[in-house]
């Protein structure tokens, strides 16, 4: 089992969102259908997937050790290919008749499990 001092606090958040998109599926399964536990699957990785890219990017923009142009180059390059692959997948998952209500529940994993992990950051401080 990892512990709470194996895993970054990026690492974390990732991890929560896992089980809470996980939950949120069971739940939607439980209590709807299996489309409405696929379309929570879809958000909650979507939104996984963009956190843990944002926040690879974002430790090479505060790395002092890098050459800040080149970090300016490549997080203006990596932020415009994840943004345009999140609209494609967004675009085939609208197409593909998602329930979106489910689909939201399961792109706001990550923001509830940073809501979690938050009360970790302050207790961290102390």
């Known amino acids: 089992m990892l512990m709470k001092n194996d895993l970054d606090f990026a690492g974390r958040i990732g991890l ?3 089980l809470f998109t996980l939950t949120f599926a069971i739940i939607a399964f439980a209590s709807h259908s299996l489309n409405a536990s696929i379309a929570v699957v879809t958000g909650g990785l979507l939104a996984f997937i963009n956190f ?5 990017t974002l ?17 203006f ?3 415009l290919f994840r943004y345009l692959m999140l609209s494609v997948v967004l675009y ?11 689909f939201l529940i399961g792109l706001s994993s ?15 401080a102390i």
Request: without cysteine; positive net charge; proline residues 6%.
């Open 92 to 102: 085939i998952a609208i197409k593909s008749g998602i329930n979106p209500f489910f």
């Open 59 to 75: 430790k090479k923009i505060i790395n002092p050790e890098i050459n800040p142009a080149v970090v300016k180059g490549m997080s």
């Open 110 to 124: 990550v923001v509830g499990a940073a809501f979690l992990s938050y009360n970790d950051l302050k207790r961290e």
């Open 16 to 18: 929560r969102s896992i």
């Open 52 to 56: 843990r890219l944002s926040s690879k």
């Open 77 to 79: 390059v990596t932020f």
